[in-house]
């Protein structure tokens, strides 16, 4: 079973208002979740700016010569629209190529072996376009020897944090 070193994880590939970014991991993939919620208030340029966005950039995966896109969908609810994108990596595509990385986080490292992950993610949140939060959960039945997340149940393999504009700027999670 793979270790995981949870020590500083990180976000998200696109934004919103709010944003629920889920990273599953098990022992032979990790399953990459993001849910964007546009509300029903929100000025119609910014939201036509963020359906454009979408619609032509959305890789998952940076490098290679396949480079795979997020399974998205769309769906309303009494608040507004909720944005899902959804990616499985594996070995072919490794997590260490997400684009969420890359492009949201002024430095990360990812390492993978065949006992471990290992996260590494601080500095400026590069993708803040207009979110009132991210809020960030790491699951897994795998051992987390180390972590610092700010809200967690060991037992059930579950951790969470959050970004928002007190910590954006200068994220150590």
């Known amino acids: 079973m793979k270790k995981i070193v949870l020590l500083f994880m990180f976000t998200i590939l696109l934004t919103g208002c709010s944003c629920d970014y889920e990273l599953n991991i098990s022992a032979d993939k990790v399953v990459e979740t993001v849910d964007i919620s546009l509300p029903y208030p929100m000025d119609s340029d910014d939201r036509s700016k963020f359906l454009e966005y979408t619609k032509v950039d959305n890789l998952a995966v940076v490098g290679g010569l396949d480079n795979p896109y997020y399974d998205m969908s769309a769906r309303a609810d009494n608040y507004g629209d909720v944005y899902n994108f959804n990616y499985s990596y594996d070995k072919e595509h490794p997590i260490k190529n ?3 990385m890359q492009s949201c986080f ?4 990812v390492e993978e072996t065949s006992s471990y992950y290992m996260f590494v993610f601080r500095g ?3 993708c803040k ?11 897994t039945n795998n051992e987390v020897p180390k972590h610092n997340s700010t809200d967690y149940d060991e037992k059930e393999g579950v951790y ?13 999670i």
């Open 98 to 100: 997400a684009r969420t």
């Open 106 to 109: 002024e430095k990360y490292k």
């Open 124 to 126: 400026e949140f590069k």
């Open 129 to 139: 376009y207009k979110f009132d939060d991210v809020n960030i959960t790491v699951k």
């Open 160 to 172: 969470r944090w959050k970004i928002d504009s007190s910590n954006a700027s200068d994220v150590d």
